[in-house]
């Protein structure tokens, strides 16, 4: 087991900014991530989501993104990474990866233990920026075993060629139904759009003082405890290329969400029935803790208390990524704060007189 004053787990958005200040600071930390390369979630995004239909992509501290030129028609899972692994080589960050996190416990004197299959760390303080693309949330309807076609989450969806022909009922109300709406359209047999809620469209500028009241309500969520809801969700949707195309194909008649599937389709208890093959779910994702579990975090509320960055029942770890920075919105501010935790909590630890 080694050592290290800090470890920071995962190098998405969140995880660099949160490395980079930390080598601000002055500390030297250890950077695991899980996937074979840089990029984080970007990585893993459809070949068809080009840059121009992206929700929102931020500079990372320090090193701006090269001018956008011709990159509105490249794919962003080329295109982002591409940038990511030029900024770990600019900082001098020396991401280990891949190195899959499988548990963090509390450990020997004041540390926590950080066990993965690359190794074994021994931490004064953790950051945690693990995201949410591999926890793809998947709601459960009644008769979902009775569905005689194909269902998939929009973490699988790979372009619209595979539903040519098809009838596609999309489940979603952010940015990812848009995506699949404005692509698979025109392309399927029929499309079905559905929502728990009905959507509520804003206006394609989304200013600084948007920006910041959207976070500031998840983070009154988390801060009590609560499970927090993603800061799309609060958003509303915007007037994105994306959209735009869904709206010109005559793919945004919403109808509200079904109460049940059936072999052939999705119903409504009202008597209402749409035939479908095929069912696409854009519901979002969850945030990737499993590993934390051994810590035991969990409030009565069903989420991890945190107050900024900083886990309330846990002050040597902080969540980014997390809430309020689980988006392009709030990460590098979040890195920023879980860096200064970091630092402060640290600095009170060594200036403690001994017993």
Same mark, same amino acid.
């Given at each position: 087991?080694?050592?290290?004053?800090?470890?920071?787990?995962?190098?998405?958005?969140?995880?660099?900014?949160?490395?980079?200040?930390l080598r601000r600071f002055g500390y030297?930390?250890?950077?695991?991530?899980?996937?074979?390369?840089?990029?984080?979630?970007?990585?893993?995004?459809?070949?068809?989501?080009?840059?121009?239909?992206?929700?929102?992509?931020?500079?990372?501290?320090?090193?701006?993104?090269?001018?956008?030129?011709?990159?509105?028609?490249?794919?962003?899972?080329?295109?982002?990474?591409?940038?990511?692994?030029?900024?770990?080589?600019?900082?001098?960050?020396?991401?280990?990866?891949?190195?899959?996190v499988g548990a963090v416990r509390r450990?020997?004197?004041?540390?926590?233990?950080?066990?993965?299959?690359?190794?074994?760390?021994?931490?004064?303080?953790?950051?945690?920026?693990?995201?949410?693309?591999?926890?793809?949330?998947?709601?459960?309807?009644?008769?979902?075993?009775? $569905?005689?076609?194909?269902?998939? /989450?929009? =973490?699988?969806? !790979?372009?619209? &060629?595979?539903?040519? #022909?098809? +009838? @596609?009922?999309?489940?979603?109300?952010?940015?990812?139904?848009?995506?699949?709406?404005?692509?698979?359209?025109?392309?399927?047999?029929?499309?079905?759009?559905?929502?728990?809620?009905?959507?509520?469209?804003?206006?394609?500028?989304?200013?600084?003082?948007?920006?910041?009241?959207?976070?500031?309500?998840?983070?009154?969520?988390?801060?009590?405890?609560?499970?927090?809801?993603?800061?799309?969700?609060?958003?509303?949707?915007?007037?994105?290329?994306?959209?735009?195309?869904?709206?010109?194909?005559?793919a945004l008649e919403r109808l509200p969400?079904?109460?049940?599937?059936?072999?052939?389709?999705?119903?409504?208890?009202?008597?209402?029935?749409?035939?479908?093959?095929?069912?696409?779910?854009?519901?979002? $994702?969850?945030?990737?803790?499993? /590993?934390? =579990?051994?810590? !035991?975090?969990? &409030?009565?509320?069903? #989420?991890? +208390? @945190?107050?900024?960055?900083?886990?309330?029942?846990?002050?040597?770890?902080?969540?980014?990524?997390?809430?309020?920075?689980?988006?392009?919105?709030?990460?590098?501010?979040?890195?920023?704060?879980?860096?200064?935790?970091?630092?402060?909590?640290?600095?009170?630890?060594?200036?403690?007189?001994?017993?």
């Amino acid at each position: 087991m080694e050592e290290s004053e800090v470890v920071v787990i995962g190098a998405g958005q969140a995880g660099l900014s949160s490395a980079y200040f930390l080598r601000r600071f002055g500390y030297a930390p250890v950077v695991l991530d899980a996937a074979d390369g840089p990029g984080g979630a970007w990585r893993h995004r459809s070949p068809s989501l080009t840059m121009e239909k992206v929700h929102g992509i931020f500079d990372l501290p320090g090193v701006r993104r090269p001018p956008g030129g011709g990159d509105g028609g490249r794919p962003a899972a080329e295109v982002v990474p591409g940038y990511y692994a030029a900024y770990e080589r600019e900082v001098g960050l020396d991401v280990l990866r891949p190195a899959r996190v499988g548990a963090v416990r509390r450990g020997p004197g004041e540390r926590l233990v950080v066990e993965s299959d690359a190794g074994v760390w021994a931490a004064r303080a953790v950051v945690n920026a693990t995201g949410t693309w591999t926890r793809p949330y998947w709601p459960y309807y009644p008769g979902r075993g009775s $569905f005689a076609g194909r269902q998939l /989450h929009y =973490a699988w969806y !790979r372009g619209p &060629e595979e539903f040519a #022909g098809r +009838r @596609v009922v999309v489940a979603g109300g952010g940015a990812s139904a848009m995506h699949v709406l404005s692509e698979v359209a025109g392309v399927a047999a029929a499309t079905t759009w559905v929502t728990r809620r009905p959507p509520v469209l804003e206006e394609e500028f989304f200013s600084e003082e948007a920006r910041r009241a959207a976070v500031a309500k998840v983070e009154e969520r988390v801060r009590a405890g609560f499970p927090p809801q993603s800061v799309v969700s609060v958003t509303g949707l915007r007037y994105s290329v994306a959209l735009r195309e869904a709206l010109a194909k005559g793919a945004l008649e919403r109808l509200p969400m079904f109460d049940r599937m059936v072999a052939g389709g999705v119903a409504w208890d009202d008597g209402g029935f749409v035939a479908a093959d095929t069912i696409v779910w854009a519901t979002g $994702f969850r945030s990737a803790l499993d /590993h934390l =579990a051994p810590l !035991r975090l969990r &409030e009565p509320q069903g #989420g991890i +208390r @945190v107050d900024g960055t900083r886990v309330v029942r846990e002050p040597r770890l902080q969540l980014v990524g997390y809430g309020p920075s689980a988006s392009t919105i709030g990460a590098n501010r979040a890195g920023r704060e879980a860096a200064r935790n970091v630092r402060d909590h640290l600095t009170a630890r060594s200036s403690r007189p001994a017993a």
